[in-house]
């Protein structure tokens, strides 16, 4: 197992944390972003601007203005075309920078606090190490589990998908994405499912093949669903571990990827995540489609026969196609 490199720390450093500027306006304006108006609130202020996203995603300028960002928690937001993310996220749009030099730039210009994010929040339950010792009850899922489910063998030893012989459930293992080193597991049965630890880290990593890197991957939500579709030859399969997914996560997707199909539940939670994700993803230059659910009842890809599956797949589309 790999140890953490100063290189890994700086990186996860800058992925992670959220640094607000101490003049957020003047470093909106270094940004081509000009402030037009501001809204004082009772704690910060909203610096209003025309949206530097909209041109992209709309095929529109944004005239209005109809983008802001808050002073305080450095989170911006376009109400009309829904661009949205931490002010990292912007210094990293605009200028074009990797991660870790967008950190640099805003600690350059005077970092003022750090606001909340989703990951600071999670980072602050405690933790417990596990070493792989705590995978050696498990084994190799059984044949007909693996009939059942559709799965092949190949696949499961592929995303390290484990068998607890005990209470018959699925060993989905939860793993640092940059180390391998394990977090925990979800534990999956009949009506069954937990995660272990409780409060493991799995929006800040991704199930799947976490060393892969290819030109097309797949997002679905449940990790069983991503095994499936390796079964099914299909390359580059992650699961989010749910409709929720994180800015993590869609960083570490688009570090391993040219392109995206957003596979999320055919729900009202996958659709509302999937169309959202587009939305904020598209002009940071993630080219995205959506997995082809038209005619198709199942819930999922799981829930598909073998062919639906791959022609959901071979069908992805464009959202707009959606759009009658
Ligand atoms: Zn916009």
């Not at 010792?133 to 498990?138: D, S, Y």
């Amino acid at each position: 197992m790999k140890t953490h490199s100063p290189t890994d720390v700086w990186e996860q450093l800058a992925a992670y944390s959220n640094p607000v500027p101490s003049d957020v306006a003047g470093a909106m304006g270094r940004l081509d972003v000009e402030v037009l108006r501001e809204l004082s609130g009772e704690d910060s202020t909203e610096f209003l601007a025309r949206c530097p996203a909209h041109q992209a995603l709309t095929g529109k300028a944004d005239r209005r203005p109809s983008f802001s960002v808050n002073s305080r928690s450095g989170l911006f937001h376009c109400f009309s075309c829904g661009y949205a993310g931490v002010f990292i996220d912007l210094v990293e749009d605009q200028l074009g920078l990797p991660r870790a030099e967008a950190f640099q730039w805003i600690a350059r210009h005077g970092v003022h606090r750090q606001g909340d994010t989703e990951e600071q929040e999670k980072r602050k339950e405690p933790r417990e190490r596990l070493t792989e010792a705590a995978l050696a009850l498990f084994g190799p899922p059984p044949a007909e589990a693996l009939a059942r489910r559709r799965l092949t063998a190949e696949a499961c030893a592929a995303f390290g998908v484990l068998w607890d012989p005990g209470s018959r459930h699925w060993i989905l293992p939860i793993r640092d994405p940059h180390t391998g080193e394990l977090w925990g597991w979800q534990e999956k049965g009949k009506r069954f499912f937990r995660n272990y630890p409780q409060g493991v880290f799995k929006s800040r990593t991704l199930f799947g093949d976490l060393t892969w890197r290819g030109r097309k991957a797949l997002l679905l939500e449940s990790p069983l669903d991503a095994v499936r579709a390796h079964s099914l030859g299909i390359e580059g399969a992650f699961a989010s571990f749910g409709a929720h997914v994180s800015e993590a996560q869609m960083r570490l997707l688009k570090e391993r990827c040219e392109f995206l199909v957003l596979g999320l539940d055919n729900d009202s939670a996958g659709c509302t995540s999937r169309d959202r994700l587009y939305a904020r993803w598209r002009p940071r230059g993630l080219a995205m489609k959506f997995l082809d659910y038209r005619g198709i009842s199942a819930k999922d890809l799981g829930d598909m026969d073998d062919e639906t599956a791959r022609s959901a797949y071979a069908g992805a589309h464009y959202p707009w196609r959606r759009r009658h």
